[in-house]
Antibody, heavy 121, light 108 residues
Framework: EVQMVESGGGLGQPGGSLRLSCAASGFSISGYVMSWVRQAPGKGPEWVSGISASGGTAHYADSVKGRFTISRDNSKNALYLQMNSLRAEDTAVYYC??????????????WGQGTLVIVSS | EIVLTQSPASLSLSPGERATLSCRASQSVNSYLAWYQQKPGQAPRLLIYDASKRATGIPPRFSGSGSGTDFTLTISSLQPEDFAVYFCQQRSNWPPYTFGQGTNLEIK
């Protein structure tokens, strides 16, 4: 069964840092673009960042550019999101999601169950 | 950035009725549009992709149509498990991929 499990969420201080992880099972992430998508309470999803299958190319939403860094370890079948300079507006459930082999060629399927990040003092 | 506008924001219907949900794009996305279903406490699940293709395991009562800027998700006869929030998403012009704000389908 294809599955992804996120971890690392919790309470973060404004200006602080958190690191999210996503462990995949049932498939090898090495063949796929992987993304982080977040959803603030009561809002629609917002794509945050994506990384190519090799890890050589990453894209970011303007709202997180320069603050968040996406990375992957294909040998561990894992995806990461380093979140720095946290802001209140980063509060959301963060999901990892599998895409296709290249950016922009497929849909988010499946998604992990999500991890909640709350930024508050 | 392409903005997706969903309507209505909320829809109250009874089981057995037909549901029609709309998604309008601020510029053409061709057929690069998907629909997701989200139930409380769960992640979104892919329902329809490429505007009209059902994802694996999705029952035929769900159908999608449209191209360019106007899209429709139709549920032909609502089942109790269909009451949820539905989002559209485009991948025609990225980054960023963008989502609509959702339609909350409620039991009347």
């Amino acid at each position: 069964e294809v599955q992804m499990v996120e971890s690392g969420g919790g309470l973060g201080q404004p200006g602080g840092s958190l690191r999210l992880s996503c462990a995949a099972s049932g498939f090898s992430i090495s063949g796929y673009v992987m993304s982080w998508v977040r959803q603030a309470p009561g809002k629609g999803p917002e794509w945050v960042s994506g990384i190519s299958a090799s890890g050589g190319t990453a894209h970011y939403a303007d709202s997180v550019k320069g603050r968040f860094t996406i990375s992957r370890d294909n040998s561990k079948n894992a995806l990461y999101l380093q979140m720095n300079s946290l802001r209140a507006e980063d509060t959301a459930v963060y999901y990892c999601a599998k895409e296709g082999q290249w950016f922009g060629t497929d849909w988010f399927d499946p998604w992990g169950q999500g991890t909640l990040v709350i930024v508050s003092s | 950035e392409i903005v997706l506008t969903q309507s209505p924001a909320s829809l109250s219907l009874s089981p057995g009725e037909r549901a029609t949900l709309s998604c309008r794009a601020s510029q053409s996305v061709n057929s690069y549009l998907a629909w997701y279903q989200q139930k409380p406490g769960q992640a979104p699940r892919l329902l329809i992709y490429d505007a009209s293709k059902r994802a694996t395991g999705i029952p035929p009562r769900f159908s999608g149509s449209g191209s360019g800027t106007d899209f429709t998700l139709t549920i032909s006869s609502l089942q109790p498990e269909d009451f949820a929030v539905y989002f559209c998403q485009q991948r025609s012009n990225w980054p960023p991929y963008t989502f609509g704000q959702g339609t909350n389908l409620e039991i009347k």
